[in-house]
């Protein structure tokens, strides 16, 4: 499958991905993780990214837009990929149906992920990430701790609250995606690409959109 995932940050895209890529080999690309990757690393990108990001704001369109269109055509994509995170502005949803024409592919829907705003403050603060570039597996301090406290079931690592998951952070955070990022959900509607679903349980998500598709 090919699809976008929209919503707010804590609306549980990583979330929905992670569990949409065991249905059909489809991969997940996080637009996030891959910054953060970057930055762990100490790359250029990385470099170019960190002030942004750790302020809650947006990379610019330009950098995004040079990581997505190398990352779409990389062989792993061909089965289908879950977009997360990305196009996060309209410069960014236009750029990305330019460079899908050129490369010849269709998406199949633009998934809204609708949750309330108590409901994403609350998953936002209590989230903690692991800190390994190669892992960042999520977890949540009252919902779904990892086994051993402050360490990663997958492979050990700290497990930590992300650098913008402060409370002044996540607020820039939440008005930068109302600002810069919601209008996507229009734009989608317009392509007549546009899925909306409740999203406060993920597995819910998951099968309204196996559903949409026609999955089993
Ligand atoms: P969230 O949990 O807010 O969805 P992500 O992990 O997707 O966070 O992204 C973390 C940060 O990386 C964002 O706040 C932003 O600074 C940057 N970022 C990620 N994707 C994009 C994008 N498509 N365009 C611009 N900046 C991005
Ligand atoms: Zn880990």
Redesign the pocket.
Known sequence: MKLILLGA??AG?GTVAKLLTKLDGSVQI????I??GAVQAGTELGKQ?KA??DS????P?AL?MGIMEKRLQEPDCAKGFLL??????IP?AEALKALLVKLGIKLDAAVSLEVPREVILDRLTTRRTCENPKCQAIYNVKSMPPKVAGKCDKCGSNVVQRA?ETEEAISK?LDTYNEKTAPLIGFYQKEGMLMNVNATSSDAVVSAIKQKLGIN
């Not at 809650?56 to 990379?59: F, I, S």
């Not at 997360?84 to 502005?89: A, L, Q």
């Open positions: 940050p804590g895209k996080s637009t996030g993780d910054l953060r990214a942004h990001m809650g704001g947006l990379v369109d995004i997360d995170g990305f196009p996060r502005t960014q913008d955070r």
